[in-house]
């Protein structure tokens, strides 16, 4: 019998056939057309738990399916219950991708495709650790449950619902997601807190029809013009959101906090290289990474009015709209945030314009303790797997499930990224570090030995 380490070095290719086989079905969540994409990738993710041996499911819900599965049981020992997403973000601006983005392609050791890291690539690492230790020992050293779904880029709508009617069966100790990313090449890190998020679309509608706006502007409230007022008063000239009691809630970055976070090695130059601006900017009296982990922001994410086509045209449209999001932080709550939203829009909103404010998805933002022994156990894993400890950092994208089983279950999460910050991720171009994806998976396998051998 091979090794654990021979097995992953003998079968790493094969690993990256299957995953490339995965990252060429299109099961992008958001748009309905893809739907049977999305049910197929949930059927190949099923028959990779099928192979291992699992008790495995598609489960319909009244979304996209989700996956779940349950390794052997192995009396007394811990159960760690793994979460992931197969769904993908639409691939757009199709123009900018250098190869196709459904159609996996390797250059200088990355892999190129929609999903490759976001979270295809990562979420597959804890599957084929799984392999590894089965086909190796001939069973785990511990209990593992996978929770796949295929809504975690639309607002996980449906996930609550089966948490809630699956309690019993979700039971574990402590919960693994692999879908953040590494604080720098050859720096892994844990991921200690996420934040939230509250989304909306606002809609502002003025005259029935778009008018002639040297015959109409100035005389009739303008939607494009009442938009653009609204907005600016949401954030002032010193970066503080304007909502009324936005802030009341907001856990503050401690002193050590603060000093741990000036510790890490940051290039701040290095980062506005990767984006390509010459400045930075954001809340006045704090880092760029204080702002990028612990602080609430607002951004616009879409605006849409009147004219967008080539030259010029004297036009007062007729209707306005945006799509914006805060992203939050301990202890605000989302459903707070659209309450204290809708008032100031009301507020704000001059006569003459009808305005419609939709709330989408909304989540609270999460800190995991840093001090429990799945943490260290974690760190032995990725010492194990990268060949380096870990750093401790908070990440700005937002997993609404993790504060969702910390509710439900009573379970912490370790968020063990495998990602770059350059990754693209729902960008063009996404990619994922090949190197990073076997050594994922040598961390992954590493953790089921570090947990199993814990007592519970
Ligand atoms: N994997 C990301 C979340 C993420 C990104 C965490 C970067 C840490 C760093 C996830 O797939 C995602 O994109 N989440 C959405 C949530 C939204 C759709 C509710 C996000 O953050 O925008
Ligand atoms: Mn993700
Ligand atoms: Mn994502």
Redesign the pocket.
Known sequence: MPTLDEYLEANGKRFEQELFALLRIPSVSAISAHKKDVCDAAAWVLRQFQSLGFAAEVVETDGHPIVYAESPQVAGAPTVLVYG?YDVQPPDPLGEWISPPFEPTVRDGNLYARGAT??KGQMFTHIKSAEAWIKTAGHLPLNLKYLIEGE????SANLDTFIDQHRKRLACDVIVIS???QFAPGRPAI?YG?KG?AYFELRLTGPSQDLHSGVFGGSVVNPANALARMLTELIDERGRVQLPGFYDAVVPISDDERAAMRKLEFDEGDFMRQIGVDAVGGEEGYTTLERRWARPTCDINGLTSGYQGEGAKTVLPARASAKFSFRLVPDQDPAQVATSLRSMLTRLCPRGIKMELISF?G?PGVVVPLSSPYMAAASRAIRAGFGREPVFIR??????VVSTFHEKLGVDTLLLGWGLNDDN??SPNEKFCLADFHRGIKASAHLWAEIGKMTR
């Open positions: 997403h976001d979270d975690e880029e639309v607002g879908d953040t990313s991921t996420l998020i998805h989540a990440e700005g994208g937002s997993i609404p991720t729902h």
